[in-house]
């Protein structure tokens, strides 16, 4: 039996994935005390789960280190890259939305427009599909303060509950996209581990 590397992207996804894990009845005891590992074999598996970072996640299955990964159609959407998308996990349900101050027209006057977002590709695809011209300015974090600040006419950035956006004074303009957790697989592996990939598919799926 081939090994299967699986690679999930740590914090919020990961606990969701091994509430997943669970259900498919593999061992997660060792996900409970994994202190700071970053590989963690599943017990009485083929599987060995690899921690990283969301975009790196991409990384890993693009560069077929690992044969699967765990991660959110934001990411999907803002790095692109070679591999397959084979399953909505329903898990990590968002929206990425542009937002603004309460209030305010986003598209009032002619002037061009300055964007702040973590996603500066989904940004700039956003407004060329519109034909539109704008100054996106690349925010690591808290995107929320660029509008505050007067950095910003408007942000692009995910919405869940729309908690952040009301606590400071923002509201949602349009919606662009629905965004969840989403199962990507390297194309080789896809071939050359086909019946072990299937068989993790269809019990994820
Ligand atoms: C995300 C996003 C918003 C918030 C939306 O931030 O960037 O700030 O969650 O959630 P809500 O609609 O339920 O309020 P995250 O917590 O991932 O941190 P970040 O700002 O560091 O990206």
New binding site residues.
């Given amino acids: 039996m081939n090994k299967i590397r699986i690679a999930l992207t740590k914090g919020r996804v990961e606990k969701e994935a091994v509430k997943l894990f669970d259900k498919m009845k593999w061992d997660i005891s060792v996900f409970a005390d994994r202190g700071r590992k970053l590989i963690i074999e599943i017990p009485n598996t083929n599987v060995e789960v690899i921690l990283a970072k969301a975009p790196d996640v991409i990384t890993y299955v693009e560069h077929g280190v690992c044969d699967l990964g765990i991660t959110g159609k934001d990411m999907i959407m803002e790095y692109g890259g070679d591999y397959f998308e084979v399953a909505d996990l329903g898990f990590g349900r968002c929206r990425f939305a542009l937002a603004g101050e309460i209030g305010s027209d986003f598209y009032k006057g002619h002037n061009i427009k300055t964007v702040a977002s ?1 996603y500066t590709n989904v940004t700039r695809n956003y407004f060329e599909t519109k034909g539109m011209d704008t100054d996106i300015v690349k925010i690591e ?4 303060l660029a509008p505050l600040l007067g950095l910003a006419d408007g942000i692009i ?9 009301i606590e400071n004074g923002l509201e949602v303009k349009e919606y662009i996209a629905d965004i969840s957790t989403r199962l990507i697989v390297n194309p080789v592996s896809m071939k050359m581990k086909k019946s072990e990939i299937d068989e993790i598919i269809n019990l994820m799926s």
Avoid: H, P
Wanted: aromatic residues 0%; negative net charge; without cysteine.
């Fill in positions: 973590k974090g808290s995107v929320e950035d995910i919405v869940e509950t729309g908690a952040t956006l």
